[in-house]
């Protein structure tokens, strides 16, 4: 029987255009497990890549080109091809069944990444990460606080991957159904015990990808 691979017609595009007006085409799975879609916290994060304080070719202002970035949890890999498209030299991350998702929406948007580069690893949160160090300029999270049991692996990871310089930006839409509030709760009481946290206010993000539901935060390794 014939492989079935996500390029057959299991899969629909996603749009995302960035300021200077090109496209980011992602391949989206009908069906699989979270990973498979464009999350809207992964949106407001790609576009808060995009803000002047990070990129403004006007001012000449470009803090991602040639910075080394680590997507964890990357799905559809549409937060770090943001990334690579402006110049940082990006590892996205994520379980093995997700990485033929990765590697096409990777091979369809290589033509936006220019002065960056972006390749696409498998990394299980809790396990070694030997090959990702030394520690990258920055880590990029986008809606990974969802499973109760990952929580422990996940602040064990960022430990482990952060360095005294690593700024890690998470973004991640807060849930009020379900488990989701203990789940949030229990990853910032364990996170909060090595890391300093901050929240960027909605007037730093994007004007128009933003959401009162959706909080991006940044954090550095406690002293």
């Not at 995302?16 to 990973?35: R, T």
């Not at 986008?142 to 929580?151: G, H, K, L």
Request: proline share 4%.
């Amino acid at each position: 029987m014939a492989e079935h691979t996500v390029e057959d017609d299991n899969y629909f595009v996603r749009e995302i255009e960035k300021n200077d007006g090109s496209i980011l085409k992602m391949k989206q799975c009908f069906k699989g497990d979270v990973g498979c879609v464009v999350w809207d916290a992964a949106i407001v994060l790609s576009k808060y890549l995009e803000t002047k304080q990070f990129y403004d070719p006007k001012t000449g202002v470009n803090r991602w080109v040639h910075k080394s970035v680590l997507e964890l949890g990357s799905g559809t890999g549409v937060v770090g091809l943001m990334a690579a498209t402006l110049g940082a030299e990006v590892t996205v991350t994520d379980l093995e069944d997700l990485q033929s998702l990765l590697e096409v929406n990777i091979r369809d948007n290589q033509a936006l990444v220019n002065s960056g580069s972006i390749t696409a690893k498998v990394l299980k949160w809790g396990e070694n990460v030997s090959e990702f160090l030394p520690h990258p300029h920055f880590i990029l999270m986008a809606d990974c606080i969802y499973y109760e049991q990952s929580v422990k692996p996940l602040v064990e990871t960022l430990k482990l991957l952060a360095g005294p310089d690593t700024c890690i930006i998470c973004c991640y839409e807060q849930r009020t159904v379900g488990i989701n509030p203990e789940v949030e709760k229990s990853f910032f009481e364990l996170l909060l015990r090595d890391f300093l946290c901050e929240e960027v206010p909605s007037e730093m993000q994007d004007p128009e990808f933003n959401s009162p539901d959706i909080r991006i935060l940044l954090l550095r390794l406690a002293a």
